[in-house]
T-cell receptor, first 117, second 111 residues
Framework: EAGVTQFPSHSVIEKGQTVTLRCDPI?????LYWYRRVMGKEIKFLLH????????ESGMPNNRFLAERTGGTYSTLKVQPAELEDSGVYFCASSPVTGVSLNTEAFFGQGTRLTVV | QKEVEQDPGPLSVPEGAIVSLNCTYS??????FMWYRQYSRKGPELLMYTYSSGNKEDGRFTAQVDKSSKYISLFIRDSQPSDSATYLC???????????FGSGTRLSIRP
């Protein structure tokens, strides 16, 4: 069974450009999460989808970040325009809709390393 | 103040040693406590989780939570070079809420 897949694995863009990250969750997982780790800091929550609906977007840093999950399958995270402080590793995770503990059944992707220069 | 505090290390021990990794947290509302292992260029992988206080054992790994002191621990017995990784402690309020991570401790097991 395929795990959580993220594209691209690494992206280098100039300040002011737009970048779109993609996450393909494990098939059948309705919960999809985005997290990021900026240099020297801990991994921080960005937002949580249940199917195509945003359940919690309290961690989104500002309106330059737009997350979508059309059709409740894969998700994209667009940064427009990118700033230097957006550099870091962006992780996606997914978990099934049922279970004793949803977030402890969350599987993480390998991450997308974003570098803004 | 960070909600979950973790010593970043690095920590280096000889093969076969017992490793003790620790975290503290500030929010008494946390109910779930997790330990993740992360290899270089990979995503976090859940090792163990505990609901509320108590101990949980899985093979060479033991997780402990003391809610009275807000202390989270992970013990690794008979450590192996393959255990070399970054270990992240984490907490959450409920089964479906966001995960709050510590900064991670880099562990190296010397052969």
């Amino acid at each position: 069974e395929a795990g959580v897949t993220q594209f691209p694995s690494h992206s280098v863009i100039e300040k002011g450009q737009t970048v779109t990250l993609r996450c393909d969750p494990i098939s059948g997982h309705d919960n999809l999460y985005w997290y990021r780790r900026v240099m020297g800091k801990e991994i921080k929550f960005l937002l949580h989808f249940v199917k195509e609906s945003k359940q919690d977007e309290s961690g989104m840093p500002n309106n330059r970040f737009l997350a979508e999950r059309t059709g409740g399958t894969y998700s994209t995270l667009k940064v427009q325009p990118a700033e230097l402080e957006d550099s870091g590793v962006y992780f996606c995770a997914s978990s099934p809709v049922t279970g004793v503990s949803l977030n402890t059944e969350a599987f993480f992707g390998q991450g997308t390393r974003l570098t803004v220069v | 103040q960070k909600e979950v505090e973790q010593d970043p290390g690095p920590l280096s021990v000889p093969e076969g040693a017992i490793v003790s990794l620790n975290c503290t947290y500030s929010n008494s509302a946390f109910q779930y406590f997790m330990w993740y292992r992360q290899y270089s260029r990979k995503g976090p992988e859940l090792l163990m989780y505990t609901y509320s206080s108590g101990n949980k054992e899985d093979g060479r790994f033991t997780a402990q939570v003391d809610k009275s002191s807000k202390y989270i621990s992970l013990f690794i017995r008979d450590s192996q070079p393959s255990d070399s990784a970054t270990y992240l402690c984490a907490s959450s309020y409920s089964s479906a809420s966001k995960i709050i991570f510590g900064s991670g401790t880099r562990l190296s097991i010397r052969p």
